[in-house]
Each structure stands twice: as C-alpha cells, then as structure tokens.
C-alpha cells in the first residue's frame, strides 16, 4: 500500500474515544443487543440529506459537519471491527443513494476532517482563511502541533495551496520546532 492509498480501516474514527460521545447522542444499547441498522442508517441518511439541502461537500464546513455524523453513527458500535463492518457497508449505500456527491473518496476525506480537526469552532474559524485543497494537504500531515502550525502560517503569511506544498514538503515545522 502506498503512503497515498490508505484503507478504510484508516478512517475508522476510534471506538473507545467516542463510545461516551455515542451515548450522549443514542440512547445506551446493552452490548449483547444487536443494534437495529435500519433505523441508525435512516436516522443518518436524514441527516445528511438534511446537511447536503444546505450545501454541498465542496464547502470545508459541511464535509466536516458530514465525517463528524459518520464518526458518531460509526462509535454506536463501540468496537472496532463492528466499526469497519458497518463503514463498508454504508459506504455503499451511500453511493448509491448520493451518488458521485458522496463517493467513498469523499467520505473518507469527511471523516478525516472531522478526526483531525475535531472542535468544530476551530474548524470553522480556519475555514474562514483556507480552501479545501490547503485542508487536503494539511490533514496528510501526521502532528497535531504541525498541522496547527501549517493552518496559522497560511493564515499569516497568506500562502497558497502551492506554497503550502512546497512548505510542507521543506518540513518547515520541523525546521522551525525539530
């Protein structure tokens, strides 16, 4: 696998962080209880058609408002490997119900905004400044420190998504920090 190709169990929000999270949002479901997916994959489907009347995935806010739903649905499972079981399988329906909007690239790249910028106040403020493409680049980078660093020096220094680039490849954080 190559550092670009990732899987979909990379993008698997992390169980044991979001099962407190998930119980806020869904009434608690004894672990021995199959959890009825029907109405959890309805109860999501409504959301993001509730969600994408507004706007489409292009917009940095509502793919995050999108991979942060996916997170929450996805911590009802509480195990990881229910997880992954349950993320393949509405990666397809939602395919095919959304259709090129919401591809499984697309999901994947929600669910990595909301996993890596996960305060949506933050998110917001930085999707004030930066585009989509300068969020692509700053979500591959590994360190919360560093992508902190990359979202203030483009706000700062008004780089654009090339200079970003070319940043970023220079290890400009770790020159700076390291």
Same mark, same amino acid.
């Given at each position: ?6 899987s979909?169990?990379d ?13 806020? !949002? ?5 672990? %021995?209880?199959?959890?009825?997916? /029907?109405? =959890? ?5 409504? /959301? =993001?058609?509730s969600?994408?009347?507004? &706007? ?6 509502? *793919?995050?408002? +999108? ?5 929450r649905?996805?911590?009802?499972? #509480? %195990?990881?490997?229910?997880?992954? #079981?349950?993320? $393949? /399988? =509405?990666? $397809? !329906?939602?395919? %095919? ?9 697309? =999901?994947?790249e *929600?669910?990595?905004?909301? &996993? @890596?910028f ?6 917001? @403020?930085? *999707? ?7 969020? #692509?680049? +700053?979500i ?7 992508? %902190? ?8 220094? #008004? ?11 220079? $290890?400009?954080?770790e $020159?700076?920090?390291?």
């Amino acid at each position: 696998m190559t550092e670009n190709e990732q899987s979909a169990e990379d993008f698997i929000p992390n169980m044991e962080e979001n099962y407190t999270e998930a119980e806020d !949002q869904t009434e608690a479901v004894d672990q %021995t209880e199959a959890v009825d997916q /029907e109405d =959890l994959y309805e109860l999501l489907f409504s /959301e =993001l058609d509730s969600i994408l009347a507004n &706007d489409k995935p292009a917009n940095p806010l509502t *793919c995050w408002m +999108i991979g942060e739903r996916l997170r929450r649905t996805l911590a009802v499972f #509480k %195990t990881p490997e229910n997880g992954i #079981k349950a993320f $393949k /399988e =509405l990666q $397809k !329906q939602i395919a %095919t119900r959304f259709g090129h909007e919401l591809s499984m690239d697309k =999901l994947q790249e *929600c669910l990595q905004f909301a &996993d @890596e910028f996960p305060d949506m106040t933050i998110f917001e @403020e930085i *999707c004030k400044t930066l585009s989509i493409e300068h969020l #692509k680049l +700053i979500i591959e980078v590994e360190s919360d420190m560093a992508r %902190t660093f990359y979202c203030e020096m483009c706000k700062v220094e #008004k780089w654009s998504v090339a200079d970003l680039k070319t940043q970023i490849l220079q $290890k400009s954080f770790e $020159k700076e920090f390291g």
